[in-house]
């Protein structure tokens, strides 16, 4: 997702492409390790799967609002213009 917001939020040649994608699969593969730890953690201390599911079910609700946060004038692209491409 980080790639295709970047790329849709900003003009064409504005940005290096391959290090945003770069970042976001960094970030992602971060992410991974640090829930694998949480996980094992969680399991041990609730020894309940309840927590995680929690934490993964509000994950897209918290990018929402943050990618709102930080870009608040994005508006949805015309069906037209959608065609044209």
Avoid: C, D
Avoid at 11 to 29: D, E, K, Q, Y
Avoid at 32 to 53: A, C, D, H, R, W
């Amino acid at each position: 997702m980080a790639s295709s917001t970047a790329s849709r939020s900003s003009p064409w040649r504005a940005l290096p492409w391959a290090s945003v994608i770069g970042i976001g699969g960094t970030a992602g593969a971060m992410g991974g390790m640090l829930m694998t730890t949480y996980n094992g953690y969680i399991l041990e201390v609730f020894k309940s799967y309840q927590p995680i599911f929690i934490v993964a079910g509000s994950a897209y609700l918290v990018a929402i609002v943050v990618i709102h946060l930080l870009t608040p004038h994005l508006k949805p692209v015309a069906a037209e213009r959608l065609l044209k491409l």
